[in-house]
């Protein structure tokens, strides 16, 4: 069985600063990805950044990167220079290659002030 | 390139009533999701399609969800009888799902926010 769990209900941060959103997993698959969607308020899932699990160099993307720490099951989204467009839930998910079902997260809302 | 398309966008029933939503996936995907998300959780999976036929509808409430896709493009998603506690919003995603990297990314559409009174 796959579990996400953020354990932050709600952040903060400073337009131009930098946030740390975190995200740990579980899953017995092998071969698995990992997610991080942004939902802003008119509710589009939007897809921010993706992990193959089989890649130990974290992905990037722009202004978000990740921390993948595949002993210890934890993902964690980095965002610089926070923008207020940035504002918005996000969502750490996981997929698991043979099962190919994505499993959610409770999200994180983060709050960027001018 | 056009997103996943859905509507209506809002809906408001009474318990009882039947309701029905639509989705058109990316052209080409083969795979197409349906998930309800409840305020203040993250989506969870109702059913997923490969091209017309049912891969998991195990956490699909079959006495009152049904859902088809019957030319293996766009799906309908159905509540009969809707209860008080499907009110949520119903996000439909679809992804390539074919072989190599990249094709298993879900792309989500607006979704439908679904009130029962």
């Known amino acids: 069985a796959q579990t996400v769990t953020q354990s932050q209900p709600e952040m903060s941060v400073q337009e131009a600063e930098t946030v740390t959103l975190s995200c740990t997993y579980d899953t017995s698959e092998s071969d698995y990805y990992l997610f991080w969607y942004k939902q802003p308020p008119s509710r589009q899932m939007i897809l921010v950044i993706r992990?193959?699990?089989?890649?130990?160099q974290n992905a990037t993307e722009n202004r978000f990167s990740v921390n993948f720490q595949k002993a210890a099951k934890s993902f964690s989204l980095k965002i610089s220079d926070s923008q207020l467009g940035d504002a918005a839930m996000y969502f750490c998910a996981s997929l698991g290659g043979a099962t190919n079902k994505l499993i959610f997260g409770t999200g994180t809302l983060l709050a960027v002030q001018p | 390139e056009a997103g996943v398309a859905q509507s209506p966008r809002y809906k408001i029933i009474e318990k009882r009533q039947s309701v029905a939503f639509w989705c058109n996936p990316i052209s080409g995907h083969a795979t197409l999701y349906w998930y309800q998300q409840i305020l203040g959780q993250g989506p969870k999976l109702l059913i997923q399609f490969q091209n017309n036929g049912v891969v998991d509808d195990s956490q699909l409430p079959k006495d009152r969800f049904s859902a088809e896709r019957l030319k293996g493009v766009d799906s309908t998603l159905k509540i009969q009888p809707a209860k008080l506690e499907d009110s949520a919003v119903y996000l439909c995603a679809s992804s390539l799902a074919g072989q190599g990297l990249g094709t298993e990314t879900q792309y989500f559409g607006p979704g439908t926010r679904l009130l029962v009174l």
């Open positions: 992990q193959e699990a089989y890649k130990q």
